[in-house]
């Protein structure tokens, strides 16, 4: 390897680890620091100016929640949004670290690490800082259609309003994908020019429900240090998604409304209004007409939100896109946490298509992402899925029984080959108990 022009940062309070690290690092990059604690984090980064950082996850003695790093990550990112960060955690922090990527990391290394893989991501962290490799936009979710006759109407009624500003609201179950169908709607309008500006209603506290949306100027209240420009005004000329719009509590959907009737905004501590263009979508999983009819919903509002409601159906209802949508979800992990994960073999394809999926394509998601992460198989098997004994149960809007047979006896034969009859581990691979194994086999004649 030829030593890089690039600077690496070493945040871990063990001395061993850092001398370590550093004896290893400094024949391939340009200069390598180390430092114990990440309270001097920040104020190094401004003095030695490191190109990637390696941080730790855990400082404090008998605390090994992970969340330190979570923490001076957001904070590092915060303040220096080109740096990269490579995270260093344990085996069971790895879903702290995968959480951590979401949040900006560029990767993470599990201790005891591999020396060679270590300087593999390092060196491609560098190259990603240094701009060799070419930036990835930050592009929408892959929106998958399906062929069932309610995506079918969804989509005809999509290519019709997309290119219109009227005013949509998306109705569903959690995690069915109302924000990928926002972002979908958005792409195909004549704003797409512009990123789609998105608010998670539900997250949002009263006291920052008008800061976040509206604004505030300097001074407005307490911690207002600075002006700030609220989601409409930031979403002017282009599209303003607000995510679990049922959550806004009675007393502020008027203010909600006004902005909508108006087509200006005033920011907190302000007293001039500011006019907006904006197309609106809204999406929720509450029964918003039966919140209207208790009182919980203004009327006019709602009305205003629902120029064109399009419903999403459940997974369960639309169990043809699941294929399409593992192979998706395979391919986008197996690139974010560079994996060698090339497919998922038909038996774990069957598998997962007669699964409940009570969390819809949210949890199938996640499901496909452990399983990356934690495979060391090139094609996903079917004992690559945490699949529970609950998700194995059929429902009466899944597919057929014999079809489900079909797939439940291919799935049982590949474990029990696999495994060359251990029962114990076949069943630990299916995540089912023993007896249930073992009525299987006898109704399949294994």
Not at 154 to 180: F, H, M, Q, S
Not at 291 to 308: A, H, Q, S
Not at 408 to 434: C, Q, T
Request: charge should be neutral; include cysteine; hydrophobic fraction near 40%.
């Amino acid at each position: 390897m030829s030593t890089l022009n690039s600077r690496i940062l070493v945040v871990d309070d063990n001395a061993g680890i850092r001398a370590t690290l550093k004896i290893l690092l400094l024949p391939y990059f340009a200069a390598v620091e180390a430092v114990a604690s990440p309270k001097t984090l920040i104020s190094t980064v401004r003095t030695f100016r490191p190109d990637v950082v390696l941080l730790d996850m855990n400082f404090e003695t008998d605390i090994n929640t992970g969340n330190e790093g979570l923490f001076w990550l957001t904070e590092l990112k915060k303040q220096f949004p080109d740096i990269e960060v490579v995270l260093m955690t344990a085996y069971a922090e790895v879903p702290l670290a995968v959480e951590g990527m979401k949040r900006g990391a560029f990767d993470f290394i599990v201790k005891p690490w591999n020396n060679d893989q270590l300087m593999e991501t390092l060196s491609s962290a560098c190259q990603k800082r240094s701009g060799s490799q070419p930036k990835k936009s930050a592009s929408a979710a892959t929106m998958l259609w399906g062929s069932s006759p309610a995506m079918t109407d969804i989509r005809r009624t999509v290519d019709k309003v997309a290119p219109t500003d009227a005013t949509v609201l998306i109705t569903g179950e959690n995690g069915t994908g109302k924000d990928v169908l926002a972002n979908e709607i958005h792409r195909l309008s004549n704003r797409a020019g512009k990123p789609m500006e998105s608010v998670d209603i539900g997250s949002l506290s009263e006291t920052l429900f008008e800061s976040e949306l509206f604004g505030h100027v300097k001074g407005a209240f307490t911690d207002a240090r600075a002006d700030h420009t609220g989601k409409f005004e930031l979403a002017n000329g282009t599209t303003l998604f607000l995510d679990e719009i049922g959550n806004i509590p009675l007393h502020l959907q008027s203010k909600l409304l006004r902005v909508l009737q108006n087509r200006c905004v005033t920011k907190v501590g302000d007293t001039k209004s500011v006019p907006i263009d904006i197309r609106l979508i809204c999406a929720t999983n509450k029964d918003l007409p039966a919140m209207v009819r208790e009182g919980r919903f203004r009327e006019d509002l709602f009305y205003r939100i629902n120029t064109v409601t399009l419903n999403l159906p459940p997974l369960r209802e639309r169990t043809d896109e699941i294929a399409s949508l593992v192979r998706l979800f395979t391919e986008r992990y197996a690139k974010q946490y560079h994996r060698d994960v090339k497919d998922v073999s038909d038996e774990a394809v069957a598998l997962l298509e007669h699964c409940v999926w009570s969390g819809n394509v949210r949890e199938l998601q996640n499901g496909v992402e452990k399983a990356v992460i934690m495979s060391d198989n090139e094609i996903l098997q079917p004992e690559d899925f945490q699949i529970t004994e609950n998700q194995m149960n059929i429902t009466p809007n899944s597919v057929a029984e014999n079809s489900l047979e079909a797939a439940e006896e291919r799935v049982i034969r590949a474990a029990v080959k696999k495994y060359n009859g251990n029962l114990s581990l076949v069943a630990k691979s299916l995540n089912i108990s023993r007896p249930t194994l073992y009525n299987r086999l006898k109704k399949y004649g294994i």
